[in-house]
């Protein structure tokens, strides 16, 4: 984005008509500006003035190529991270389903808690303040699995509160959130990531060419710093796979213990054979109720998504002007980076959080902030340096304008506003860039004289491309331009007052209009 405020000293600005010369040299905008001037040189109030500013594109031209080149990279990079968030979104709504669906059993047994006296509870429960037992579902379960009888609380529980069918819904659901788990880490996530990493490092290899992309604002160190967050991201990925599989295997020993137990205690009332036990891994049904079966967390997979935050995402970053310098990188601007790539460096960072989240956060700050480092350095070396005033004041009245001759009346000038149409086209003539600029002003009163149509024709300095406007802006010069007025008169019925409604042009030698 360029700010026009920088480059016209005029208020009230309103581009009308827009115009780029075929090589991308020269932007020409045709500007209405009101109460303002364009230069120190003019210190007297006007009205509406019609400008014609012509812009230095500066490295929009000189480095178009380059340009052209990180523009499709960004844009592959903006996709990927966009692709690794909704992944990362993806993965954190099926841990949460395994925590909801085991918070739904844990709930359950804490109404059973709730439900029962001290002296229904009798030697099994320790009471402390306001009817609140120490006892939690792991411990009933512990006990259990230690001495394969369940107390009066947990018996209660398992026979009057739970069914086989929601036993089994259970597994299902934790099956199901462990398996799309490990599948959106493996095809979203993590080959996201390594596909970013080949973006990233092709912004290394440009990075390592200053004479070309470091005055667009590619520096080997931030992108090195991006190449270590999306490495480390993927190591992380891999102990998070690991996890889940160790996570897995224990939730499955659990599932097949707690449901054996369960018809166990079903067939104790009814005074059935109980059934041969499965082969179980009690360590493994241990570890998952020691680490996995509360509520504030399920085991080791908490550590990857305890601190979740959302991070909001946008198409294109906002800008303020003047665009302030990134400070919060300048640490990885000037170190030195370091080869080869060490994607386990953020272990050795106590305090550095190890979430999904903050990986992902840091890697979309960093990549947004190529991007706009590079438009920053565009926006600035575009530069006005020419301007040519075609109509001094002869637009007053088409603004808005509340000026009365009386309380509650209109003066003729506001009642008859006129009506501004313009047109720009630029051509190449003989091997020269001329633009024609063409613009109708419809009478500001009654007819006092005959609409006209006006055609300007003046060629670019193309010349001047590569030069900025400090010697113009010092020198108040004016710029020979060719005009024509068109009159426009109906020889049939000369009492007619004919006015243009719109017009266009098509080339140098056509130029349509709807009367």
Known sequence: PISLSHHVKAKNITIVQSSVTPDLSLITLLIRANNGHTSSTVNTPLTDRLLVVTFNTGLLYTRKFEIRILSQRYTAIKHLTDYIYN???????????????????????????????????????????????????????????????????????????????????????????????????????????????????????????????????????????????TGCLISRLEKLLNVVDNEYTNFIEFQQWIQFEFDSVALLEQNGIPEV??????????????????????????????????????????????LAPP???????????AYPYDYHIVNKLSNYPQTLWTFVNVLTTRCNALSSLTADNVAKSVVAYEYVDIVDG????????????????ESEEVKYRNVFLS??????????????????????????????L????????????????????????FRPVEIAGIQLVNNEHPEEHLSIKDLKFFDDERLDMII
């Not at 400070?327 to 980076?337: A, G, L, S």
């Not at 002003?441 to 609409?451: A, E, H, M, Q």
């Open 454 to 477: 006006w055609v300007l024709r003046f060629p670019l300095d193309t010349a001047k491309k590569k030069t900025y406007a400090k010697s113009f802006r010092n020198s108040p010069g």
């Open 87 to 229: 992944g990362v979104k993806m993965v954190e709504a099926e841990y949460q389903t395994i925590k909801l669906t085991t918070n739904k059993f844990i709930d359950i047994f804490q109404e059973v808690l709730d439900n029962h006296t001290i002296s229904n509870l009798s030697m099994d429960l320790i009471w402390i303040g306001r009817k609140e037992a120490k006892t939690t579902l792991s411990a009933e379960y512990a006990r259990l699995l230690a001495t394969g009888r369940p107390s009066r609380i947990l018996a209660e529980y398992m026979e009057g509160r739970i069914t086989k069918r929601g036993l089994k819904d259970w597994e299902n659901k934790g099956r199901k959130a462990f398996e799309q788990i490990r599948d959106y880490v493996h095809h979203y996530v993590r080959a996201g990531c390594e596909r970013l990493l080949l973006e990233l490092n092709a912004l290394v290899g440009y990075s390592k060419w200053p004479q070309k992309f470091q005055e667009l604002g590619l520096l080997e160190s931030f992108v090195h710093s991006c190449v270590i967050v």
């Open 423 to 452: 047109d720009v086209k630029i051509v190449i003539e003989n091997s020269i860039t001329v633009e024609y600029i063409t613009f109708y002003i419809s009478n500001t009163t009654k007819y006092d004289f005959l609409p006209t």
């Open 327 to 337: 400070t919060q990188y300048r640490p990885f601007t000037e170190k030195t980076p």
């Open 394 to 409: 002869l637009i007053s009245g088409s603004m808005d304008d509340h000026r009365t001759q009386g309380l509650g009346q």
């Open 277 to 322: 036990p499965p082969r179980i891994d009690i360590h493994k049904v241990a570890a998952y109720l020691k680490n996995s079966l509360n509520k504030e967390s399920s085991g080791d997979l908490e550590e990857f998504f305890g601190t979740s935050e959302t991070f909001p995402l946008m198409s294109l970053p906002n800008f303020e002007f003047p």
